[in-house]
């Protein structure tokens, strides 16, 4: 069975627009700075290789809003059958230049046809926060649906109140999106609603590269007769 059908953004395509303008400048900086490389962050990639082992062996994994792919190829590294989707299509040729082994699509966390109950994990690593407040529930839905009994769901993203209107990024590139912003126990109480059990958060204080953020990690439950 398919998925079901998700509201489109009503700015989905200005912020596609967006990202493909920030996207050279970003793998750049992802290269130079460190910034968005869980390599040189320990926190982070403490919670990428949990994940990495809770869902080996569990079936394909996605990592939605791959960017440059730097988390995919991360987790490609370490034997698991991922592959990358962006909504921006040059993040995608960024990502299939910088790492050619990995798969890499172009599509909306929106716009995805997950069969039910056909993934290992997925990824939302610093992607989702650009969906509208009424969008991202569907999408967490929708995810939770995708994947198997057992399979876990890892997710980053910016920590506060408020909605964050950005006009420029990454090294002053002029951007039209908007950031919303979550609190963790407002964030973890939707990943539950959608169906998922929260089993871990990590909080980060603001560094240099960003304000506060969370990293939540979930799973879709067990079948009862499991
Ligand atoms: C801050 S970057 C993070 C990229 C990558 N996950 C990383 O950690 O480097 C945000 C990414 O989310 C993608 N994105 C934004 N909205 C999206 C959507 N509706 N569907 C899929 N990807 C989206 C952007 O194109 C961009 O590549």
Redesign the pocket.
Known sequence: MRSHPVDR?AD?DV??E???R??DN?AHM?ATTGM???RRHPWLMASMDVFADSVRGLGPVL?????????TAYLAERGLDVS?????PR?IENARRLHPECRFSV?????LDLAEASLGGI?????????PRDILPQ?LALFARALKPGGHFIT?THVGDGDLVRTEAYGGVPVR?TTHKWRPEQYAALIEQAGLLPIAELRLPSNEFSGPTVVIHAKRPEAPDS
């Not at 599509?107 to 716009?111: L, M, R, V, W």
């Open positions: 953004p989905l912020v596609r967006s990202y493909d920030v996207a970003y992802v968005g490389d869980i990592d939605v809003g791959c960017g440059p792919g730097t988390v990358g989707v962006d909504l921006s993040m599509a909306s966390a929106t716009e990824l939302g690593w610093w992607s989702l926060f650009n969906l999408v980053g999106w």
